[in-house]
């Protein structure tokens, strides 16, 4: 597996991971300026010639510090690299058919290629967006139960929260019926039909924003869509409800593919991580190919990483810390980082109602690191936000 690292992980950290020589560590320190890319636990003498193609193109790659002797049978390899020089080391490895190394060859190409700024159209029922800047999704949740009830909406409230979000410059309004905070226990999907469905159509009716349902049954995302939805947001990821992953087929929408392990009701019991963001990776890549197994089109499909979900708080800040390593799967990736426990914790333990300011500059950090959809309870401030920071990167 070849995946970029975030430069905000300390080096030192990553050296150790690997099993580098601690007196080589100044040296990598000196060349840390450019690009890190990961590839996982190759054959150590794999490691080896990719560290001297590395020092041949320019660049240089930590590696275990018996793999020069032998004494280890693999090791990860950390490349430090620019473009140029890691386009370099790709012309070199394509040439050597043995041990794998003209396939990560291609996987670093790969990389290389995701990494660069990409515009996403997504194309949906009542229109297409460009996911050229970040965007904002509004929550509307016609649940009695969800951890903010601020957000908690009836019919009545539903309808004048939608048209507040579109008046103030939501993309997305994202419905959804059943609570999926820790601990939330499951309903029927009868009951969720009832709470969603009639707000939808009267939505529907009244904006033009495009509409997410938030669900993991494909009888109600095949309702919702009937009714006037665009995309479909999955916390199960298309593996709670064997039906769904065909209804977006079916219905050629965007989905949301989101993170996460056991149920609300018992996630946070699995909130347990060797490599996080490797996780993240490999579940993610295996996601995509049941997707696209099952019909489903990669211009449908959006990644999120679930904050909050099956993750302590030390999990998710390093999510957000490293989210950009995420863009190298090529998929737009959307965060929803609003008034979590995470902030409650930062700052002090106050409860969701006080969490605002911190998740505006959560959404602020976000917009700054290039994510492409936001999730939030609170349209305006945080549509200000994005609006803040798009004008200092790209001016007015």
């Known amino acids: ?34 690009l890190r890319v990961w590839i996982d636990e190759v054959y150590y003498p794999a490691a080896s010639v990719i560290k001297q193609e590395c020092l041949s193109c320019g660049a240089d790659a930590a590696v275990h510090k018996h793999v020069i002797t032998g004494k280890v049978e693999k090791s990860s390899v950390l490349i430090l690299a620019n473009v140029r020089q890691l386009k370099c080391l790709v012309d070199k490895l394509r040439r050597m058919p043995y041990w794998g190394l003209n396939q990560i060859a291609d996987e670093i190409k790969s990389v290389l290629e995701d990494r660069e700024a990409r515009t996403f159209v997504l194309t949906m029922p009542n229109g297409t967006l460009e996911l050229r800047r970040t965007k904002v999704m509004t929550i509307l949740n016609a649940t009695p139960d969800s951890f903010f009830p601020g957000s908690r909406v009836d019919l ?14 939501a993309a997305f309004i994202d419905i959804g019926g059943a609570s999926t905070r820790p601990g939330a226990a499951e309903i029927g ?23 997410s349902v938030d669900t993991y049954r494909a009888e109600v995302a095949k309702q ?11 916390i199960y990821g298309l ?37 996080l963001m490797k996780e993240l990776h490999t ?11 099952k019909g489903i089109k990669e211009n449908q499909i959006i990644l999120d990483p679930g904050i ?19 863009f190298t799967l090529g998929f737009p990736v959307l965060v929803g980082h609003s008034r979590k426990s995470t902030m409650g914790k930062i700052l002090g333990g106050v409860p969701a109602e006080e969490r605002l300011f911190g998740t505006v500059a959560w959404t ?31 001016g007015i």
């Open 283 to 293: 579940y993610f890549v295996e996601r995509v190919e049941y997707a696209l197994s």
């Open 189 to 211: 999907e009868d009951e969720e039909l009832r709470r969603v469905i009639p707000l939808l159509r009267q939505v529907r009716e009244r904006v033009k924003l495009f509409i």
């Open 224 to 234: 919702a869509l009937e009714n006037g939805a665009d995309l479909i947001n999955d």
């Open 308 to 326: 909050g979900f099956a993750k302590l708080p030390e999990h998710n800040l390093e999510v957000l810390r490293r989210i950009e390593e995420l």
């Open 1 to 34: 597996m070849v995946r970029l690292i975030s430069k905000d992980v300390d080096l030192r950290e990553l050296l150790n991971q690997i099993g580098s020589d601690p007196a080589s560590y100044g040296i990598f320190l000196d060349k840390d300026s450019h």
């Open 239 to 275: 593996q709670f409800d064997k039906e769904m992953a065909n209804v977006i087929a079916d219905y050629g929408v965007p989905v949301v593919i989101m993170h996460m392990r056991g149920t609300p009701a018992t996630m946070q019991e699995y909130a347990s991580y060797d490599d």
């Open 364 to 394: 602020s950090y976000l917009t700054w690191k290039g994510v492409h959809i936001v999730r939030v309870h609170d349209t305006k401030p945080n549509v200000d936000a994005v609006k803040a920071v798009e004008a200092i990167r790209e």
């Open 156 to 169: 009545h409230t539903g309808l004048e929260r939608a048209v507040d979000a579109e008046e103030n410059g």
